[in-house]
């Protein structure tokens, strides 16, 4: 197996955590599950979440970005789970303060990529669509500038409907609070990191106290 991964500290026929990557379910151990050759569900038994967060590690090639992102944020079985349910948001007519902020601000997210260069092109109407969408999944949330940017890449690679559920588990399951109207998730994250710095690192957190920056608020 270490030979065939390439990775220290596994010997052949055994399965370590002796590698300083080695997460909370590694070292729980591993659940073996059918995998393809890209360890997706669905192909023969495997060391599936190793082997896929190396080859994710890696980089994951263009052609295959929207369907791993789908399944790595188990977005396709909330697109599968709700049939329709994009197009019945998109139909609704929106609360008139987000659409308004969305027109305004979410074209320059991406404005050097030639999808979104065009005013009025398929690339902006379909950002509109999906950020237009979620201001109605999540009426409590409402529309942030920095999720523009972030629907944009994801539009890129697959198509609006997709993106929707995608950007959702993004907002809701890995940085939820993130995109909130006070900012807290990402506020909290900054006085940890701060924190961290202060130990890892003191001459760089004295260096940015002296000029007052500081990562909770910027």
């Given at each position: 197996m270490s030979a065939h991964l390439g990775v220290p500290g596994v010997?052949?026929?055994?399965w370590t955590t002796s590698a300083p990557w080695a997460s909370d379910s590694e070292i729980n151990g591993l659940a073996y599950r059918r995998t393809d050759k890209y360890a997706f569900p669905g192909g023969q038994p495997s060391h599936s979440g190793m082997l896929l967060k190396l080859r994710c590690r890696k980089g994951i090639p263009s052609s295959l970005r929207a369907?791993?992102?789908?399944l790595l944020s188990n977005s396709k079985?909330?697109?599968d789970q709700n049939p329709g349910k994009f197009e019945d948001l998109e139909r609704q007519p929106g609360d008139p303060k987000w659409l308004d902020v969305i027109e305004k601000g979410s074209a320059p997210?991406?404005?050097?990529?030639?999808?979104f260069a065009a005013r009025g092109g398929h690339g902006q109407q379909d950002l509109y669509r999906i950020l237009k969408?979620?201001?109605i999944y999540r009426p409590d949330e409402g529309y942030c500038q920095a999720q523009a940017p972030v629907a944009a890449v994801l539009l890129m690679h697959m198509p609006a409907e997709q993106?929707?559920?995608?950007?959702?588990?993004?907002?809701?399951k890995y940085l939820p609070g993130y995109y909130s109207a006070g900012l807290e998730a990402i506020q909290l994250d900054g006085e940890i990191?701060?924190?961290?710095?202060?130990r890892a690192s003191p001459m760089a957190y004295r260096h940015l106290k002296k000029y007052k920056i500081d990562p909770s608020s910027t």
């Open positions: 010997a052949p026929g055994s369907k791993a992102w789908q079985e909330l697109l997210a991406v404005p050097f990529h030639e999808m969408a979620y201001t993106a929707f559920w995608c950007l959702v588990q993004i907002c809701e990191f701060f924190a961290l710095l202060r």
